[in-house]
């Protein structure tokens, strides 16, 4: 495939995981995540609270809970729970990952990871290029 059909399909992958995560019931930052292989949609995520939880983030300070699950966590979660591999895949994600999420995409086998919002703390991404992972911001505001 070439390079501009790669990052055309890339910016929509890209684009559909904004939307997703527009389904995240926390208020702070909504985060939406797909997971990518062989040009299907094998997994996708969002931030929110576990299965069974009530569906609010943050406390009565506006503080995210200890216990809200970001979205590369519940896409790659999700995958253990089906006959799916991500080994090989691509994470397309609407924040870059933080360093306990960059831990799971490593031992999840995902080779490239595009992210389309810098988060201030880069140790995730810094972990995830030090494993060998292709790392990609991607400005989906820009004309490209």
């Known amino acids: 495939m070439d390079e501009s059909k790669k ?4 910016r929509r992958y890209a684009r559909m995981a904004q939307i997703w995560a527009e389904n995240s019931y ?11 292989k062989d040009n299907m949609i ?5 931030n929110g609270t576990p299965t069974g939880f009530e569906n609010i983030c943050e406390d009565e300070n506006n503080v995210s809970k200890p216990y809200v699950l970001h979205a590369e ?14 080994d090989g895949a691509t994470l397309y994600v609407t924040a870059s990952p933080c360093i306990e999420c960059a831990k799971l995409i490593i031992q999840s086998g995902i080779k490239r990871v595009i992210y389309t919002e810098q988060y201030r703390l880069t ?4 972990l ?15 004309e490209k």
Do not use: F, P, Q, W
């Open 7 to 10: 990052a055309a399909i890339d």
């Open 26 to 36: 926390c208020v702070r930052r909504k985060v939406g995540a797909l997971v990518v």
């Open 42 to 46: 094998i997994s996708d995520g969002y």
């Open 73 to 86: 966590a519940n896409a790659i979660t999700k995958l253990a729970r089906s006959s799916n591999s991500s």
């Open 123 to 126: 140790d995730g991404v810094d």
């Open 128 to 142: 995830l290029k030090r494993a060998g992972i292709e790392v990609e911001y991607m400005d989906l505001n820009s």
